[in-house]
T-cell receptor, first 117, second 112 residues
Framework: EPEVTQTPSHQVTQMGQEVILRCVPISNHLYFYWYRQILGQKVEFLVS????????KSEIFDDQFSVERPDGSNFTLKIRSTKLEDSAMYFC???????????????FGPGTRLTVT | DAKTTQPPSMDCAEGRAANLPCNHSTISGNEYVYWYRQIHSQGPQYIIHGLKNNETNEMASLIITEDRKSSTLILPHATLRDTAVYYCIVRVHTGSARQLTFGSGTQLTVLP
């Protein structure tokens, strides 16, 4: 069964450093997402991406964040200058562009645990 | 998107049916009910969705009341691996990359 994969599984970085989190969405999917979950808190939406553009973004997704689909398979989230409060689990998700009951269910990856020290 | 209300926690005996309720009294006509679950810090997992008819798949059944103001997710024979946080999410389908808004969900604990 196809699945979303994410690398690395755990990233430790120092405050102020840049990090890039990588995701490989399901191959025929067209919509891509990043969410994060701070320990013990809710899953929060960051950004969605379609047709090489950001479709929606939340207030969390400020100028320190960027997303890119550098090739036909990877989808990346970059944090330019990490802060302590960026420590969280980051989940990538993807969904199909074909209509099936007019619903686009999202499939999530296993997450990257980012620890900023 | 309409707000949902779920109990914070529930227990269920292994092998029994788990019935997880969700209230969405302000749901509008074009909003779907989705259920996802999250097993201990893993990525959320899609379970099932519905608009107004009851739905069943290999994982679960979804019962939506006639007025659509509430729904129940049924896991017919719960196992220990079904212990997870279950999220009920109501969302319009727009054809674009719409976000999912996760609440606090219901922590289901399946007991041996």
């Amino acid at each position: 069964e196809p699945e979303v994969t994410q690398t690395p599984s755990h990233q430790v970085t120092q405050m102020g450093q840049e990090v890039i989190l990588r995701c490989v969405p399901i191959s025929n999917h067209l919509y891509f997402y990043w969410y994060r979950q701070i320990l013990g808190q809710k899953v929060e939406f960051l950004v969605s991406f379609y047709n090489n553009e950001i479709s929606e973004k939340s207030e969390i997704f400020d100028d320190q964040f960027s997303v890119e689909r550098p090739d036909g398979s990877n989808f990346t989230l970059k944090i330019r200058s990490t802060k302590l409060e960026d420590s969280a689990m980051y989940f990538c998700a993807s969904s199909s562009g074909t209509m099936r009951g007019a619903v686009y269910e999202q499939y999530f990856g296993p997450g990257t645990r980012l620890t900023v020290t | 998107d309409a707000k949902t209300t779920q109990p914070p926690s529930m227990d269920c005996a292994e092998g029994r049916a788990a019935n997880l309720p969700c209230n969405h009294s302000t749901i509008s006509g074009n909003e779907y009910v989705y259920w996802y679950r999250q097993i201990h810090s893993q990525g959320p997992q899609y379970i099932i969705h519905g608009l107004k008819n009851n739905e069943t798949n290999e994982m679960a059944s979804l019962i939506i009341t006639e007025d659509r103001k509430s729904s129940t997710l049924i896991l017919p024979h719960a196992t220990l691996r079904d212990t997870a946080v279950y999220y009920c999410i109501v969302r319009v389908h727009t054809g674009s990359a719409r976000q999912l808004t996760f609440g606090s969900g219901t922590q289901l604990t399946v007991l041996p």
